[in-house]
């Protein structure tokens, strides 16, 4: 019984007390020389792993090449983790012909010379799942500081084309005496056409990413569209009204729905009643304002369809003495006379206090005295006669 129950105890490892500090690279790392000169070389790892600096960044550049690329400094997390070696088998390096049965041969000298490629996690734990009780694990040491990447890289301007820059990356950036000596800068006077005008050493102050918190909008919805096909819709959208909407001097007025529009025969039988009404009362006359259209109506359905009924009966001027009527599909009030009784008015009632007018009391003309003051300029006038030139 004890020998099963310590069967199924997990095995106990001793801890080293070797303090590591991890960096999670924010590029996929190929070539481990490469990405550690993207953290400044040696010199740049010596600085993170400084005991007695705890508050040091990490820097990064992305474009080691570049002298002038600015860096992007990392974040430093305190963390508690333990760093594991995993030993697996190795590769014996013989091979067969995929999909065949023919016994696995050995590799020739030539590729067997070359070093082998590094090898990816994947294939590191499919080893392991294939090898479950040949693998080994070793504790390495503690891991109390994470250095990561979490900024945003500043923006990049190519300088290429800079005579300055070019002769400042090539000249003083070596630190070759003999090459600083040869750096001069033109002092003359005046504006000079096509200036080489160098970039700041910065672009932008702040590292810190927008928190955008994307999210699907709530009133967006998928449903299926009259073409079978899953379409995205928005259920706050409000219905477009199809009314024709024409100018005053139009050639011709039109006489039948908009094309767009649903067929009559599709509506429901509440939108064909108001329909209906609304028919009844461009028998009477041909010409119609919304408010009149509206108070015939008699029920509070009709009153609720008018503005999506109004486009199959009639249309819109835009401008003009019939501006804003509802007029006949098909009839043009500009043809005779008698359809004068049907042109349009607007008012614009003034306030009484032009202070508190809608449009700050309009023009002069508009500016009517107060009854206060016209006894005020009552009073003056009986105090005697005028003496005014």
């Known amino acids: 019984m004890d020998d099963q129950r310590g069967s ?31 953290l400044q070389g040696d010199s ?28 992007v400094q990392s974040t430093r997390i305190q963390s508690n983790n333990v760093l594991l070696k995993v030993t697996v088998p ?8 995929r999909g065949s049965n023919q016994p696995f041969a050995d590799v020739p000298d030539s590729e067997a010379s070359e070093p082998p490629p590094r090898r990816t996690a994947k294939d590191l734990l499919r080893s392991m799942s294939d090898n479950p009780s040949k693998y080994q694990i070793e504790p390495v ?29 090539e000249q003083i950036l070596p630190f070759d005496f003999d090459k600083m000596k ?21 672009f932008s102050h702040g590292d810190v990413p927008f928190h955008y918190i994307y999210r699907q909008n709530p009133t967006v919805k998928q449903a299926i569209g009259r073409s079978g096909k899953l379409e ?39 939108m064909l009643r108001t329909i209906a009404t609304l028919n009844a009362l461009y028998e009477k006359q041909p010409a119609w304002t919304r408010r009149g259209l509206r108070n015939n109506l008699k029920t509070d359905e009709d009153r609720l369809n008018l503005r999506h009924a109004i486009p ?15 007029i006949k599909l098909g009839l043009d009030p500009r043809t005779s006379p008698e359809y004068r009784h049907y042109q ?38 009986a105090s005697g006669p005028s003496t005014g030139h």
């Open 44 to 71: 740049g790892i010596k600085t993170i792993l400084d005991p007695s600096k705890d508050d040091t960044l990490a820097n990064l550049v992305l474009r080691p090449e570049d002298a002038m690329a600015r860096s």
């Open 90 to 97: 190795k590769r014996t390096g013989r091979k067969r012909k």
């Open 312 to 326: 199959y009966v009639g249309y819109i001027f835009r401008s003009g003495p019939w501006r804003d009527a509802i």
């Open 232 to 270: 995205t819709v928005n259920t706050q959208t409000a219905n477009k009204i199809l009314t024709h909407l024409v100018p005053y001097d139009t050639p011709k007025v039109p006489s039948e729905p908009r094309a767009d529009m649903l067929p009559i025969s599709a509506l429901d039988a509440g």
């Open 141 to 169: 040491g503690r891991v109390e500081r994470t250095h990561v990447f979490r900024g945003i890289p500043d923006f990049v301007y190519s300088t290429t084309a800079s005579s300055f820059t070019n002769r400042f990356r």
């Open 344 to 381: 349009t008015f607007m008012f614009r009632l003034l306030a009484r206090e032009a202070e508190v007018a809608r449009d700050g009391g309009g023009g002069r003309r508009h500016n009517v005295p107060r009854p206060s003051d016209q006894r005020v300029i009552e009073d003056d006038n």
């Open 182 to 202: 040869q750096f001069d800068i033109d002092m003359a006077k005046g504006a000079a056409q096509n200036a080489d005008l160098i970039p700041p050493p910065s």
């Open 8 to 38: 199924r105890t997990a095995p106990f490892y001793a801890v080293p007390s070797l303090q590591l500090i991890s960096v999670e690279h924010p590029a996929v790392v190929r070539n481990v020389d490469k990405a550690i000169k993207t």
